[in-house]
């Protein structure tokens, strides 16, 4: 059976640094490899731009948490396509971009609890794990 393979929303992640119940199942499941997860380069910056970030506990639950996923950082495709994304869809330019990663890499699946933020994108398909 193939594995579930998508882009990850910072929503998802900032769930699980709060102590959603539900966020601890989902990541407990990446942990163990049910699925195979990327994430945005701006996922990162968005975590990390969170106040409690600065606290060394914190920031060494978040990077556990990044090293069981793969990074895609931004280049110039993916700086295109989320551009091409923010003038056609209006979404957030951090949306754009996790958007616009996960089309260029043909992941094409954003795991989110945000639907409204990427349903408007024909090319994404939204997972919502919770």
């Given at each position: 059976m193939?594995?579930?393979?998508?882009?990850?929303?910072?929503d998802l992640f900032i769930d699980l640094l709060r102590g959603v119940p539900d966020a601890k199942v989902f990541f407990e499941k990446i942990k163990t490899r049910e699925y195979i997860v990327y994430y945005s380069a701006?996922?990162?910056?968005?975590?990390?731009?969170?106040?409690?970030?600065?606290?060394?506990?914190?920031?060494?639950t978040i990077n556990d948490v990044l090293e069981l996923m793969t990074r895609l950082d931004l280049d110039g495709p993916i700086a295109?396509?989320?551009?091409?994304?923010?003038?056609?869809?209006?979404?957030?330019?951090?949306?754009?971009?996790?958007?616009?990663?996960?089309?260029?890499?043909?992941?094409?699946?954003?795991?989110?609890?945000?639907k409204k933020h990427f349903e408007t994108i024909p090319d994404v398909k939204v997972l919502t794990p919770y």
């Open positions: 193939l594995k579930q393979t998508f882009v990850l929303d910072t701006i996922l990162e910056v968005e975590i990390f731009a969170g106040q409690s970030a600065g606290s060394p506990e914190e920031e060494k295109r396509k989320a551009g091409e994304f923010r003038r056609k869809y209006l979404c957030s330019v951090p949306d754009a971009i996790i958007a616009a990663s996960a089309v260029t890499h043909k992941i094409h699946t954003v795991a989110t609890r945000n």
